[in-house]
């Protein structure tokens, strides 16, 4: 095989894992709970928020829009997410309780990733 039928190859091959790599990141779907970590002047806490919320939320990053919401209205009820053993003693994120947010009392907003899984509110 010649040097230019190689690099030809290896390209396609190149290309087409590319082009898989990237439809298959499309096709992940979205996590059903997105969680936020709400910084106030004492402490924080974990909260979140279903896609559907955030979607209804409005356009922007998430993060911006419960901020707005939270300005806008004052307040907001989210739950309250908190490290917990699972099913089979496996730790997970789970909902603890409903809670208001107050505008008052929030310092800053940030998306918040764990390698626990998020369980969802029933």
């Given at each position: 095989?010649?040097?230019?039928?190689?690099r030809?190859?290896?390209?396609?091959?190149?290309?087409?894992?590319?082009?898989?790599?990237?439809?298959?990141r499309?096709?992940?779907?979205?996590?059903?709970?997105?969680?936020?970590?709400?910084?106030?002047?004492?402490?924080?806490?974990?909260i979140?928020?279903?896609?559907?919320?955030?979607?209804?939320?409005?356009?922007?990053?998430p993060?911006?829009?419960?901020?707005?919401?939270?300005?806008?209205?004052?307040q907001?009820?989210?739950?309250?997410?908190?490290?917990?053993?699972?099913?089979?003693?496996?730790?997970?994120?789970a909902?603890?309780?409903?809670?208001?947010v107050?505008?008052?009392?929030?310092?800053?907003?940030?998306?918040?990733?764990?390698?626990?899984?998020?369980?969802?509110?029933?």
């Open positions: 095989m010649t040097t230019a039928r190689r030809s190859v290896l390209f396609g091959a190149l290309a087409a894992a590319t082009l898989f790599s990237a439809s298959a499309a096709l992940t779907p979205l996590p059903p709970v997105t969680l936020f970590k709400v910084v106030g002047p004492r402490d924080e806490i974990f979140g928020l279903l896609t559907a919320e955030l979607e209804a939320l409005g356009g922007g990053s993060a911006e829009a419960i901020s707005k919401k939270v300005a806008t209205d004052g907001m009820t989210v739950w309250q997410y908190s490290v917990r053993r699972g099913d089979g003693g496996v730790l997970v994120m909902p603890v309780a409903k809670v208001g107050f505008a008052a009392g929030v310092l800053r907003i940030e998306p918040y990733a764990t390698s626990y899984q998020v369980l969802t509110p029933n």
